[in-house]
């Protein structure tokens, strides 16, 4: 399908989507779950590319979260080998596009063939500017900010930052995140009908414009993209300050 072109100034810089439904739309198939998962990559490839051509720069997807260790053994290995076969098929067309790999998540968990895999993506993609594809593997919100808590309080203990320092900054994690200089996502996209966002960026969504569709993943095109963008181009995000109306209005909006 074809998609338009929104103005450049109200584009996102960075769009976050948690890719939800897969599993729901290969059963609505007649097929098995991992089917699903491998419509699920063809659906992000889509999305890559038409991130690219709407000019966004930096797009984060929930790829598989801490809590995804739980699903069923033979599930969580299908996944795992289809990370890896990904990786081999697209690893260069996505550096041919400029795009550069920047997992987030305990991939120390992630068996050792995905994860040398991943690791040489990330490697050869490093220096890549058009678009940073930030993939959520092994991860939940709440690991992200216990490990940063843990860093933070190992420096107190070599004395290499101060509890002072730290208590009087609110911003003093930031560089401990998985996200460390990356931009918070302006508009987050959540597929599959559900309204929550299941542990993914806590911190970082703080004032996230969210948007929700019952599209399923594998079904997700650059319509549905362009959908989401078009809604996002009409918020007025006011970041908690006061939007006056009129010089009689002065409700605060958050």
Do not use: C
Not at 90 to 113: K, N, T
């Amino acid at each position: 399908m074809t998609s338009k072109q929104i103005n450049k100034e109200l584009v996102p810089r960075h769009v976050a989507i948690i890719m939800d439904g897969n599993g729901r739309w290969a059963v609505r198939q007649g097929m098995s779950r991992s089917k699903g998962h491998f419509a699920g990559v063809e659906a992000l490839h889509r999305t890559v590319a038409e991130a690219i051509k709407q000019g966004i720069k930096y797009l984060s997807v929930y790829a598989f979260s801490s809590e995804n260790w739980q699903r069923p053994s033979e599930e969580v290995e299908a996944l795992m080998i289809l990370m890896a076969e990904s990786l081999d098929t697209y690893a260069d067309e996505l550096s041919a596009q400029g795009v550069r790999i920047y997992p987030i998540g305990d991939i120390m968990r992630l068996p050792e063939s995905t994860r040398l895999k991943l690791l040489d993506a990330v490697k050869r993609t490093a220096n890549n500017t058009t678009l940073t594809l930030l993939v959520g593997l092994s991860y939940s919100a709440r690991w992200e900010i216990n490990n940063a808590l843990h860093q933070m309080v190992q420096e107190i203990e070599k004395g290499e930052v101060s509890i002072s320092s730290l208590l009087n900054n609110p911003t003093a994690i930031e560089p401990y995140l998985a996200t460390k200089g990356i931009p918070d996502p302006d508009l987050l996209i959540r597929t599959g009908g559900e309204l929550r966002i299941s542990n993914f960026l806590l911190y970082q969504l703080a004032y996230t414009e969210l948007f929700f569709t019952e599209t399923l993943w594998p079904d997700f095109n650059a319509t549905s993209l362009q959908e989401a963008l078009d809604s996002y181009a009409h918020r007025n995000r006011r970041f908690g300050k006061v939007t006056l109306a009129n010089e009689n209005d002065n409700k605060e909006e958050y």
